[in-house]
């Protein structure tokens, strides 16, 4: 669906580039998902992808067409949700997504549809003005699906939002993936990246370190321990951890197990925050 080759971009008038030959593919039907701090070109190498910077090196395929090539139809293919969108502030939540779903010739989806998705539709006649960030947000969301596009960009989907919605865009995201759509986003968010993303690129200063699933991740760079709280005869809590090789053999285990003292048991798996402290040597902050 998309394929890059060694793309490298300079903003006009720097001299430094800010994306340096990256490379990478996303398959139909993935959620692919940029992670870096901030400042890493996530949001530029997007900007590229739907065709807003087009003075770029190397090669860009989106729908197997290079993007520098594309015209405005292209953009009746593909959804965007722009990191800070841009609303009319004096029309209502519907008015502004009637006036946009206007802008485009093929069928589009009724705004009020999409309203209800993200739980809008009480605020459909309030105006952009008394939108809070959260709520242009959702609203950002749904611009980007009104022509039903089957590639979907996603600049930072849950920046803005409280738990609720966070978790509701979660969801909406993984909807779209279900209806065979094929997103990419970009996230600050590890837990976001984590629970819903097939495969992740880890970015920073416009280079990729790494492209792989985060289950593949944690599976290569966890820990493989199991650490166990248990009950001392003094009130006090013991705290020790095994190898979970060989654990249904550890007889020190298994005493804890037999005496019934456990009170937590978990296994140490490396977040995906951990493994992209430790891939590129950077927080992600
Ligand atoms: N229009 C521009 N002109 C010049 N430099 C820019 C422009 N936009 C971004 N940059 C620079 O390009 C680099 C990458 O910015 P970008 O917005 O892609 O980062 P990001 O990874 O999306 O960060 P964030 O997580 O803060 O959104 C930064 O050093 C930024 O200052
Ligand atoms: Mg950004």
């Known amino acids: 669906m998309i394929e890059v080759t060694n793309l490298s971009y300079s903003y006009p008038l720097q001299r430094q580039s800010t994306i340096h030959e990256i490379s990478f593919s996303i398959n139909k039907g993935e959620i692919f998902g940029f992670l870096g701090p901030s400042g890493a070109g996530k949001s530029t190498t997007q900007k590229i992808l739907i065709g807003l910077l087009k003075g770029y090196q190397g090669s860009v395929k989106v729908l197997d067409e290079e993007v520098r090539q594309l015209n405005e139809d292209y953009y009746e293919r593909i959804g965007v949700a722009f990191e800070f969108p841009h609303f009319y502030s004096k029309f ?3 008015e502004n997504l009637t006036h946009f779903r206007r802008l485009y010739s093929g069928p589009t989806v009724d705004p009020l549809e999409l309203l209800e998705t993200v739980g809008l539709s009480a605020a459909r006649d309030t105006k952009l003005s008394a939108f809070s960030k959260g709520m242009k947000m959702r609203l950002n969301f749904c611009r980007a699906l009104l022509n039903q596009p089957d590639v979907l960009f996603l600049d930072e989907p849950t920046s803005g939002l409280d738990p609720v919605n966070a978790k509701m865009m979660k969801q ?43 289950k593949q991740l944690k599976i290569d760079q966890g820990k493989k321990t199991v650490q166990i709280e248990y009950q001392l005869a003094n009130g006090n809590l013991g705290l020790k951890t095994f190898s979970l090789t060989g654990l249904k053999t550890n007889e020190e285990f298994l005493n804890l197990l037999e005496k019934d003292q456990l009170v937590t048991i978990h296994t140490q798996e490396a977040t995906l925050e951990d493994i992209f402290i430790d891939v590129t040597g950077r927080s992600l902050v």
């Open 172 to 214: 909406q995201i993984l909807a779209l993936k279900e209806a065979g759509k094929t997103i990419v986003l970009t996230t600050h968010n590890m837990a976001l990246a984590e629970s819903i993303c097939d495969r992740v690129a880890f970015m920073v200063e416009g280079k990729i370190s790494l492209i792989d699933s985060p």
């Open 92 to 94: 209502t939540a519907y």
